[in-house]
């Protein structure tokens, strides 16, 4: 019969959001992060204290030559420690040497990239259209000139009908002489690409200056092979684990690729150096789904992509010594575990404090609302105001118009104003006031004005 021991020796590392020391309580320590709670509930079960056994090599568990093996596996194999924990994937090769629990949860590798964020603005005239399609537009523009001048047996120069054309483009009159119908079909061809590159151009620089283009970044493992193989990206991953060598040991060359050019650049991070692999967006972090979860996905806040793309899926449990005599419980606690879904619930109350923790570093953007007919209809009563005011400076000589002051009967929906008791109210303001406001901006245009209320213009527009 084995002798179970009186106080049990955990191997692990530190890793960022997964395994964190926390401070020393009595005769333990206080461990945070996913597996540090996990193990928690283990200990707390099992009802048996525990000293920690650190790897001094910051590794997860590699077989050498000798035939030993390195980081929290080699601390088991050794006998230095009765368990293991920290995201410890079960392989047929570390079931050689040790032996492991249930799983208590299932997960794959894969990478998360730094978002790239978007193209300026700046460039929007441009990427309305990719390249291919420009190419053509600057084809078609410098042939249909030449077109025009040999079929419509016209006097003008090429450069004259280039300009007359290029007027279509930006809906402007232009003076071509239609007297036959070939001339006439060749025109309203003209016509018809001009309205339908304006039209899609208009629609595409709309669309690219209201929500900016993305900039393109690595979705799966070969896009992210091609880009370390570009030295656009680095990629890193986890010292000691199996990913490197599953890489390694592919039938695919860019995995193949990758992984020889992980371990020849030395590209591991271990402990807090993820933290401040995160930080560098030229860097990709290979390791487990659940852990870059953490700090990548759509969400405004995290600063990293995680993507669909997996190179295998694998089994996470504790690592144990050979006949250790707390297997069966272990098990029973660990079955218990799973049927609660306390892992997913872990993961979320973890992924929460970490949102909470960057909140302060969120960037405001404005809230997006629809236009609704109100807005169109504000902007029709602006515009007729306005041509108004326009037919009085025509008919008014004198002087110049200015405007001195705007007292408005509004009833407002979308505007926050403070200290309104009501939706209405009564403002009576002089230009310059207006100018400070971002509502002034607009003048009409900025509010929504109720059917039932009287909105009107109080003094004079014009001095």
């Known amino acids: 019969m084995v002798d179970c021991p009186e106080t049990l020796r955990v191997a692990t590392v530190e890793s960022l959001f997964s395994m964190n020391i926390g401070e020393k309580k009595t005769e333990s320590f ?82 998360a990239v730094p978002k790239p964020g978007a193209y300026p603005n700046s460039l929007a005239f441009i990427q309305a259209f990719d390249l291919t399609v420009w190419i053509s537009i600057v084809f078609v523009f410098f042939l249909t000139p030449l077109l025009f001048r040999c079929l419509l047996n016209s006097n003008n120069s090429y450069i004259q009908i280039m300009f007359q054309l290029s007027g279509l483009l930006l809906k402007q009159s232009v003076n071509f002489n239609l007297e036959s119908y070939k001339n006439v079909v060749l025109f309203l061809s003209w016509c018809f690409f001009a309205a339908v590159v304006t039209l899609y151009y208009s629609a595409n620089l709309s669309s690219f200056l209201t929500v900016p283009l993305e900039m393109p970044f690595a979705r799966n493992f070969k896009e992210l092979s091609d880009a370390v193989s570009r030295g656009s990206l680095k990629c890193f991953a986890a010292k000691g684990t199996f990913a490197i060598n599953t890489l390694v040991n592919s039938q695919k060359e860019h995995l193949r690729d990758l992984g020889e050019t992980i371990i020849r650049n030395e590209w591991y991070f271990s402990g807090d150096s993820l933290k401040s692999l995160t930080a560098d967006s030229y860097t990709a972090v290979m390791t487990g789904s659940s852990l870059l979860k953490m700090v990548a996905g759509l969400e405004v806040w995290k600063s990293y992509y995680l993507s669909d793309d997996s190179i295998m899926s694998f089994n996470i449990g504790v690592v144990m010594k050979k006949d250790f005599c707390y297997k069966e419980k272990l098990n029973k606690i660990i079955s218990r575990f799973n049927s609660a879904g306390l892992y997913d619930k872990i993961i979320r109350d973890e992924s929460f404090k970490l949102w909470i923790t960057n909140s302060k570093e969120v960037p405001k953007t404005l809230l997006e609302i629809p236009l609704s007919l109100a807005d169109f209809l504000a902007k029709c009563r602006t515009d007729v105001l306005r041509n108004f005011t326009d037919v009085g400076n025509d008919c008014d000589d004198i002087c110049k118009p200015s405007c001195r002051s705007v007292r408005y009967d509004i009833s407002l929906s979308k505007a926050s104003w403070p200290n309104l008791n009501h939706q209405q109210f009564v403002m009576n303001r002089s230009f310059e006031q207006w100018s400070h406001l971002p509502e002034a901006l607009g003048l009409l245009d900025a509010l929504e004005y109720d059917e039932n209320t009287t909105d009107f213009v109080n003094d004079t527009f014009f001095r």
């Open 30 to 111: 206080k461990l945070l992060g996913i597996d540090g709670i996990i193990f928690h509930i283990f200990q707390k079960v099992l009802n048996i204290p525990f000293e920690l056994v650190i790897a001094e090599d910051a590794e997860w568990g590699r077989s050498l030559q000798n035939g030993s093996w390195t980081g929290m596996v080699g601390k088991v194999q050794k006998g230095e420690a009765d368990i293991a924990i920290n995201t410890l994937a079960m392989t047929e090769e570390r079931l050689k040497v040790i032996d492991f629990s249930h799983s208590y949860v299932v997960d794959k590798i894969t990478f």
